[in-house]
């Protein structure tokens, strides 16, 4: 009986024993997590020193954000996105990023609590995802890899994928503003035609529905646009033509591909000239629920020929995507800009 009960109590302190071990163990690795993530490292100097090395050697960078994803590439005629059928990348936004990169230096290190990286803007996805930069040279080897989060001021917390240690770097910029990176139509010269808000003299416009019409202004002093075709109609104010006869001066279209690749009917047109003797037609072509616009120039003077010529490298053999506001502009009924005048009676005094 009594050696019964010793046996007993020993399996007692033996499970309570491996318990008190098990929770030591645990303990001990809990203390060992915090402190590693309050540990931080002492850092200085560039945050990428093999950059310049990485830029000569590039072949490809992909970037990819919270609301994006897309790859540069380098071709013999330069830098392209291959997702937008290899339209040409701008060469500014490409020295934004090699100067932003280069010029990153280390303030010191911040949190390697992954459970913090979003108010960092550094988590691995979700709304405060990180943008991450991944160069590859032309073997495919990974040249530099990085993870870009919130910026103030002169300074961006940045982290190295796979591991969770933060940092907070420094960074000299022109007027201390990072460059838009995140979405492909950044780095797209989506904004080339810029008429000028003062220079279009006319506008003929065929809507989708209703009649076509010709707008005019009879010189560079005059502010409105008078309505000139089709007869039988009257502004509805003395203004109401300046905004779809202006729809060009300045767009920014939303994207890009090739336009043999669109297709798409084509379902209305505008057409302006300029004081200075350009003209552009565009063509809105309908694919689907999306809106696109085929552009082309012509010169109707000797002084407007470099700008078509402008117009016309970067437009040809592309389709732009239109926003809802410029499209609206762009092809306005007659009917919102002007009412029937009804027939006068032959007997009117």
Known sequence: MSQNMDRQRLKRLSVTGGLAVVLFVLALGTVWMQASQGWKPEV????????????DAAQSIAIRSASDDFTLERTEAGWVMPSRDNYPVRPDQLAELDRLLAGLT??????????????????????NAATRVTVRGADGDVLADILLGEASGERIYVRFPGRDRTFAAGFQMSGSDLPALANAADWLALDFLDLGVNAIASARISPPEGP???LERAGLSVRNFALREPG???????????????ALARVRFRDVRAADRIGGEVIARHVAETFTGIRVSVDVLQLGETRW???????????????VAALNAAADGWAFLL???TLERLIRPLDMIADPRPEESPDAP
């Open 44 to 55: 200085s100097g560039p945050v990428l020193p093999d950059w310049p090395q990485a830029v």
């Open 232 to 246: 039988g109609w009257r502004p509805i104010t003395a203004a109401a033509g300046n905004g779809p006869a202006n």
């Open 323 to 325: 926003s809802d506001l």
């Open 212 to 214: 076509d019409y010709f």
């Open 106 to 127: 280390y303030i010191g290190a911040r949190t390697a609590d992954p459970d913090k990286h979003a108010r960092l803007g550094l988590a691995a996805g979700g709304e």
């Open 293 to 307: 616009a085929r552009l082309q120039a012509q010169a109707l003077s000797d002084e407007a020929a470099d700008s």
